[in-house]
């Protein structure tokens, strides 16, 4: 989960078999339990088409009492599509550390540690500069 500026808000490791959907309101449970304050003022979720579903829409209402708003494509050609930028920038972000550029760990609790790791770092880069 990343808030508008692309900014690391949770971080679940799983399998590659585990449901996106699933994995994506354990995320949000555990952001609720941890910071609830994060997610006080939350109106929209902006997600791909992978968490298209009532099922998870309704779960996010639940929770966070947040619209879901899918971003499809519209047409077949490459299409800039907003919002998903964001996510796509923060990975590109991540993937500029040789730690993270492959699948080094063994746990996933390892790989979570090192992507909060990073953006910290990140984080702090922004802060001095």
């Known amino acids: 989960l990343v808030d508008s500026l692309g900014l690391l808000l949770k971080v679940v490791v799983s399998e590659a078999n585990a449901p996106e959907r699933v994995l994506a309101a354990y995320a949000l449970m555990e952001l609720l339990e ?18 298209d579903g009532d099922k998870f829409a309704l779960s996010v209402w639940l929770m966070i009492q947040a ?16 919002k998903r930028w964001v996510v796509e ?3 590109g972000w ?11 760990e063994r746990l996933p609790e390892m790989s979570e540690a090192a992507i909060y790791a990073v953006m910290t770092r990140i984080m702090l880069r922004r802060l001095v500069v």
């Not at 941890?34 to 968490?51: A, C, I, N, T």
């Open 34 to 51: 941890e910071r609830p304050e994060l997610l006080e003022k939350v109106q929209v979720m902006w997600v791909d088409s992978g968490y």
């Open 67 to 82: 619209h879901v708003e899918v971003i499809r494509r519209t047409e077949q050609e490459f299409q800039v599509l907003p």
């Open 89 to 91: 920038r923060t990975f």
């Open 94 to 104: 991540l993937n500029q550390y040789h730690r993270l550029s492959k699948d080094y």
